[in-house]
């Protein structure tokens, strides 16, 4: 006995659509492979850096040195005590902090754009990393004897951030519907607010505090001068943290990112999503602030990066653009060490000059009446 002839279509649609899901799925497996070798891209690009500096060491004599410290025998040490001292306390923090500040910058990045919708969004352009300088800032001048140490610096930032984001979350709903122009154009103003209390700061301290001048400016230009072990290990606790998060939340974002319908026809919240992505975010970019101030643009180039490389689904977007953010981030500290050596350049100045091209292009491709 024949099925009727009208079962035919249904099965060749049920072929069809196990046939698209496994090769969704094919595409997902060989998309996750760009995770391991952009790892060792990051690996080597650390090696390297390790060696660039005032001193210049080969990565052979690095990667023994660190090998060494890390309990590998390596054989013989033909290497002297001072660059030992060089590798294992001033580079290697310094490198690894600034892997760990670029992974949060642009895992941040990515979940801000997903929140807004808009591939403008950014920590440096949302406000959030001027909120948290001037938290760190008015502890460093105004502490009232509390010490300005990794942790509290982290915390004051921390507090600085969320004031900042929740003030443009604040404003922009003010107006009305929430949009993502509205939305960026209160980040601009709430920034630029923010960046003119620090300068009211600096203006008000005392005259005598210049470390804490210095320790301002150095926040406002973003460098990875002041790396030390100790921020390392908390900084890399709460990227590490926030990583797994957003990845988790990740077909959360990519429902987001769709828009508000199509979330809550999914069963997402779209309003406690950004909540939780806000504290998040905020929590995040408090401590990379409190140990490299504001760097820009890593947030803004990064995760449209990873988009080519991945496409545009966050649970691999997340990790491709925070491994893509690291490695930038290893390579830009390298060259602030050289290009005008024996002077270091700010390493905010480097990635601006990635950044602002970047970002003109980006304005340039734009809807001008996207809302």
Not at 1 to 27: F, I, N, Q, W
Not at 50 to 73: E, K, S
Not at 110 to 117: G, T
Request: proline fraction near 5%; aromatic fraction near 6%.
């Amino acid at each position: 006995m024949h099925a009727p002839a009208d079962s035919e279509p249904d099965a060749k649609a049920v072929r069809a659509g196990v046939g698209g899901a496994v090769g969704r799925r094919t595409s997902d497996r060989r998309r996750a492979l760009w995770i391991p070798g952009l790892a060792l891209v990051l690996l080597g690009m650390v090696i390297v850096a390790l060696g660039v500096g005032p001193v210049a060491m080969d990565p052979v004599t690095v990667a023994r040195i660190v090998l060494a410290h890390l309990g590998v025998p390596v054989g013989d040490a033909d290497w002297s005590a001072a660059q030992e001292v060089i590798v294992w306390n001033l580079r290697v923090p310094r490198v690894l902090l600034g892997a760990v500040v670029g992974a949060g910058l642009a895992a941040a990045g990515a979940a801000l754009q997903a929140m807004v919708r808009n591939p403008l969004a950014e920590p440096y352009l949302l406000g959030i990393s001027s909120g948290a300088s001037t938290g760190a800032a008015a502890l460093i001048l105004f502490g009232f004897g509390v010490s300005a140490g990794v942790y509290s610096l982290t915390v004051s930032a921390f507090a600085g951030a969320l004031v900042s984001a929740a003030g443009v979350f604040a404003i922009a709903r003010s107006g009305g519907r929430l949009t993502s122009v509205r939305m960026l154009l209160s980040g601009v103003a709430v920034g630029y607010a923010l960046s003119a209390t620090t300068s009211f700061l600096l203006f008000a301290a005392p005259a005598s505090d210049q470390a804490g001048t210095q320790a301002v400016l150095f926040f406002m230009l973003g460098s990875l001068v002041r790396a030390e072990w100790a921020s390392l290990w908390v900084v890399a606790g709460v990227v590490v943290g926030m990583l797994l998060l957003l990845t988790a939340w990740g077909r959360r974002l990519d429902a987001l990112t769709i828009g508000d319908d199509t979330s809550l026809s999914l069963g997402v919240s779209p309003t406690r999503l950004r909540l939780h992505l806000l504290v998040v975010v905020s929590l995040g970019v408090g401590a990379l602030v409190a140990v490299s101030g504001g760097i820009g643009f890593v947030g803004l180039v990064m995760p449209h990066l990873g988009r080519r490389i991945v496409g545009a689904g966050h649970r691999l977007l997340v990790p491709v653009s925070a491994l893509c953010g690291a490695t930038f981030l290893v390579i830009a500290d390298a060259l602030a060490r050289v290009v005008i050596a024996p002077t270091e350049l700010p390493i905010g100045v480097l990635t601006a000059v990635v950044g602002v091209p970047f970002l003109l292009t980006l304005v340039r491709q734009l809807d001008p009446y996207d809302a």
